[in-house]
Nanobody, 124 residues
Framework: QVQLDESGGGRVQAGDSLRLSCVAF????????MGWFRQAPGKEREFVAA?????????FYADSVKGRFTISRDNTKNAVYLQMNSLQPEDTAVYYC????????????????WGQGTQVTVSS
């Protein structure tokens, strides 16, 4: 059974940083894109960042997080990470990692597997 285990969420003050980790078990995902999405109360799940199978410079970010968040992956560990800097209250949401994307991985429906989510709360 495929399982994506997330960690790194928490409650922080505005301007602080967090690093989210997502490690996949059950199969490897080095041949497809991985990504991060988030969902705030009363809002739909939205794209945050995605990274291609090769990593490197093949990354994509939502406009709202460009310059603040950095996505990376380690295929030897079957993992994807999200470094979040300069966090703001608007970033408060449940963050979900996703794997097994079809295509570029910019839409939720492109992914086959999802983590259970980790709560990120940013206070003023």
């Amino acid at each position: 059974q495929v399982q994506l285990d997330e960690s790194g969420g928490g409650r922080v003050q505005a301007g602080d940083s967090l690093r989210l980790s997502c490690v996949a078990f059950g199969r490897t995902f080095n041949g497809s894109a991985m990504g991060w999405f988030r969902q705030a109360p009363g809002k739909e799940r939205e794209f945050v960042a995605a990274i291609s199978y090769s990593g490197g410079q093949s990354t994509f970010y939502a406009d709202s997080v460009k310059g603040r968040f950095t996505i990376s992956r380690d295929n030897t560990k079957n993992a994807v990470y999200l470094q979040m800097n300069s966090l703001q209250p608007e970033d408060t949401a449940v963050y979900y990692c996703a794997a097994g994307a079809k295509g570029w991985g910019l839409l939720p429906r492109q992914y086959d597997y999802w983590g259970q989510g980790t709560q990120v709360t940013v206070s003023s």
